[in-house]
């Protein structure tokens, strides 16, 4: 999540284009094309953490998402900023992204991303959490639409609420998901000792719980991945200073690996400061196929298989008992 979307929004807002090319803005205002990957991925993909709602033009990532494999999104919502909005417009996103891709490829059958949403209070945000936010958060909760309760968790760089009131909304926020049953997505920044000192003191949800925007070394990662957890990666694991994530990379067991975005944030390499999206997933998916030596053709047929499996296995569930069939 960023601290000033409405700058981010308005600094990228060009970069999106009415096509399915990927291309990069020069500083003399040309585009240059960049290549998707080579040879094309095998199966379909799933970005399990993105901000839709702060895309500048949603709909038509979404269309792009569709034409390059991308067949569920997890769209991450905040109970402070956004959840309402983007509850009350994620069919409208979805409408207009088929009636583009009825336009731009009439004669290739491609479907629009299936979408479910999370819903939390961010670290950012836990000054703001109060009974009130957390009356909202449970209505927000029991939409069948919502599959996840997130992000949520500590964020220690940025310090934008103070530690001991991110600690206790954290801790309240593990005890909704066991009390919904759904599956919890963390957001941890310079907070990883706390967040697993906080997660064992109030136990790790049975839903399952994600880390996401993973970027940790291997001996930082092997406590996640002892307690279960899934661990998302996003375009930080293409960057170029960041070999000790993708060491650990190799370790995440592939039963647990997830991929995502973080859209419209931290688009990964070849297209830094490019506006992120869904679509962009297949960069990460082959980074990760290539960090854990894993070759075109039928293996990573089967290892895409496995990720879009760990994906919709865990996020696209049939809704709880407990949530409202009526909107």
Not at 249 to 265: F, I, N
Not at 275 to 283: D, L, S, V
Request: aromatic share 6%.
């Amino acid at each position: 999540m960023s601290v000033s979307r409405a700058k981010d929004r308005s600094r990228r807002a060009d970069s999106t284009s009415y096509d399915f090319a990927f291309r990069i803005r020069r500083k003399s205002g040309t585009c240059k094309d960049v290549p998707a990957p080579e040879p094309a991925l095998e199966g379909s993909l799933a970005d399990t953490h993105c901000h839709l709602g702060s895309l500048s033009r949603c709909d038509m990532s979404l269309a792009r998402a569709g034409y390059h494999g991308v067949d569920f999104v997890c769209d991450i919502t905040d109970v402070v900023q956004d959840a309402a909005p983007s509850l009350a417009a994620v069919e409208g996103w979805r409408l207009s992204a088929r009636a583009w891709l009825d336009v731009l490829t009439p004669k290739r059958p491609v479907e629009v991303p299936r979408v479910r949403v999370a819903c939390g209070c961010h670290p950012h945000n836990a000054k703001e959490y109060d009974g009130e936010a957390e009356r909202r958060l449970l209505g927000f909760l029991r939409d069948p639409r919502v599959s996840c309760l997130g992000e949520v968790g500590l964020d220690y760089f940025y310090d934008l609420s103070p530690r001991g009131v991110q600690q206790d909304v954290f801790r309240r926020q593990i005890g909704l998901a066991h009390e919904t049953g759904l599956v919890l997505a963390l957001h941890v920044r310079d907070a990883h000792e706390d967040a697993l000192r906080i997660l064992d003191e109030e136990g790790l949800p049975a839903a399952g719980t994600i880390l996401h925007c993973c970027s940790l070394p291997p001996d930082e990662i092997r406590p996640w991945i002892d307690r279960g957890c899934f661990i998302a990666y996003g375009g930080a694991v293409t960057f170029a200073k960041l070999d000790e994530a993708r060491e650990g990379a190799k370790l995440v067991p592939e039963g647990r690996l997830l991929t995502e975005t973080d859209a419209p944030y931290m688009a990964p390499v070849p297209l830094r400061g490019v506006e992120n999206g869904p679509e962009f997933t297949m960069f990460t998916a082959a980074k990760l196929a290539d960090v854990r030596g894993i070759r075109p053709g039928d293996e990573r047929r089967a290892f895409l298989a496995q990720l879009h499996k760990n994906a919709v296995s865990l996020l696209d569930r049939e809704p709880m008992p407990w949530q409202r069939v009526e909107r």
